[in-house]
């Protein structure tokens, strides 16, 4: 998904500049990495919306400067306390030959059909929702599908089970060990599995004691 965004130069700094900014509807900004850092600004409403969009977190974006187009990376933002508001926003420069690194959101496929699931009633946990991965800019996926048909109760997805697509790879120290999603039967249904066992063993109990008791003599 191709994701453009449109900013000017600016030159004010300092907090009453920037505050002055978010009052007039624009969001103070800054763009680094590769040259000198470069302060922008953005419409609030549409960097707001875009915000809210998954791929706006996991792409290379399309930042034009009064003209000028580079790609960039989000690479972080601050909200206001209590407010809808968009503070700041920082982003990063990319180069196409250099590998950059980024977190990707998994999204989780076939749950329903899994085995655990589907045959003992067994619930998923999403251990991670998203992934560090290292690749060059133009093979960023937007997300990672984790296929879960063939999960079985009380079994594991591991990052080394996941298909990276093509020129991706996990980022971390040992990494491939690592969970991402994990499916096992509900709290619930144990306690009262137990609690049932433990029924069913008193009263087990109590017919032996019965059956061992003597028959009282009669007069």
């Known amino acids: 998904m191709k994701i453009e965004l449109s900013a000017i130069f600016r030159k004010a700094q300092g ?29 609030h409403n549409n960097l707001y919306h875009s915000l809210r969009k998954e791929a706006f ?22 909200m206001h306390p209590f407010r809808q508001q ?5 982003f990063q420069r990319v180069e196409a030959n250099k590998k950059i690194h980024m977190k990707v959101p998994l999204h989780f496929i076939n749950a329903d059909i899994s085995p655990g699931v589907k045959l003992n009633g067994g619930i998923i946990s999403h251990v991670m929702n998203d992934l560090n991965v290292a690749c060059l800019p133009a093979d960023l996926p937007e997300f990672i599908e984790v296929d879960l048909s063939t999960l079985a109760l009380n ?6 089970d996941l298909k990276l697509p093509k020129g ?15 499916v096992q039967v509900p709290r619930g249904a144990i306690e009262a599995e137990a ?9 087990s109990a109590g017919d032996g004691k019965a059956a061992a008791k003597p028959a009282a003599k009669s007069k």
């Open 15 to 43: 907090t009453g500049a920037s505050r002055r900014l978010r009052k007039s509807g624009r969001v103070p900004g800054i763009v680094y990495g590769g040259v000198e850092p470069t302060l922008i600004d953005l419409d």
């Open 57 to 78: 977190h996991a792409s290379i974006l399309t930042l034009d400067i009064d003209g000028k187009k580079e790609p960039v990376l989000l690479r972080d933002f601050q």
């Open 86 to 90: 968009v503070q700041h926003i920082d």
């Open 155 to 160: 079994h594991s997805v591991h990052v080394s």
């Open 168 to 182: 991706v790879e996990a980022a971390g120290i040992h990494i491939g060990d690592a969970v991402v999603a994990t």
């Open 195 to 203: 609690l049932a066992a433990a029924e069913a063993a008193a009263a």
